[in-house]
């Protein structure tokens, strides 16, 4: 089966805080695609990141870091020094096989306070 | 604007009434996915498209769900016979199908109300 797991229903920070946003997935693939997403209250779905399974490299892009962990199923997202314009629903997806369709966590809404 | 585009953004309907929506891809993008999400939860696959060939229909797509994508470019969605549960938001993403994985973009996405 696959599955995307995000724990975190919501998450309130003052602005300025360090805060990770937790995904952990499941699937039997060898190869497969992982994703961010950040859904603002606009409602239009901005991408973030993709990584494939084969690369377990960190990657750090500005405020934003994503720490992929292939022994723990996890693929975290960290918004260093958070800011209000942070504030969003963002999700985590797994993408495989060749339809590449994406299967879904059911999102953690980040509310970055000033 | 070279991105996703969906028409209406919003529509409101009554029960039983026949809805359909509009997708404009990014142009060279050879894929189209159609989705469907609810308060608080993530998007749920409805059916995709590679070229004008529809490769994959959800089983959340009843048959009063129809989708097509005639020339290969823009695709449409109807909905026969509205409920009230068929009321969310309507997405649609484009990817570019290579050999290695691309992301998919999402347009802003049709929300519909049914009455």
């Known amino acids: 089966a696959q599955k995307v797991t995000q724990a975190q229903t919501e998450i309130s920070v003052v602005e300025k805080e360090d805060v990770t946003l937790d995904c952990v997935y499941e699937t039997r693939d060898t190869t497969y695609y992982l994703f961010w997403y950040k859904q603002p209250p606009s409602g239009e779905l901005v991408f973030l990141i993709r990584?494939?399974?084969?690369d377990e490299q960190n990657e750090i892009s500005g405020r934003y870091s994503w720490n992929f962990q292939k022994s723990t199923s996890s693929f975290n997202f960290t918004i260093t020094a958070s800011q209000v314009v942070d504030s969003a629903v963002y999700f985590c997806?797994?993408?495989?096989?060749?339809?590449?369709?994406?299967?879904w966590g059911l999102g953690t809404s980040l509310a970055v306070n000033p | 604007d070279t991105g996703v585009s969906q028409n209406p953004r919003h529509k409101i309907t009554k029960r039983g009434q026949n809805v359909t929506f509009r997708c404009d891809p990014i142009?060279?993008?050879?894929?189209l996915y159609w989705y469907r999400q609810t308060l608080g939860q993530g998007p749920e696959f409805l059916t995709y498209f590679q070229n004008e060939a529809q490769l994959e229909k959800s089983r959340l797509l009843s048959d009063r769900f129809s989708a097509e994508r005639p020339k290969g470019s823009f695709s449409t969605l109807e909905i026969q016979r509205t409920e009230q549960g068929d009321s969310a938001m309507y997405l649609c993403?484009?990817?570019?199908?290579?050999?290695?994985?691309?992301?998919?973009?999402f347009g802003p996405g049709t929300r519909l109300t049914v009455l």
């Open positions: 997806a797994l993408g495989n096989g060749n339809n590449r369709k994406l299967i």
């Open positions: 993403a484009s990817s570019l199908v290579l050999a290695a994985y691309n992301e998919q973009f």
């Open positions: 142009s060279e993008h050879n894929r």
């Open positions: 990584r494939n399974s084969f």
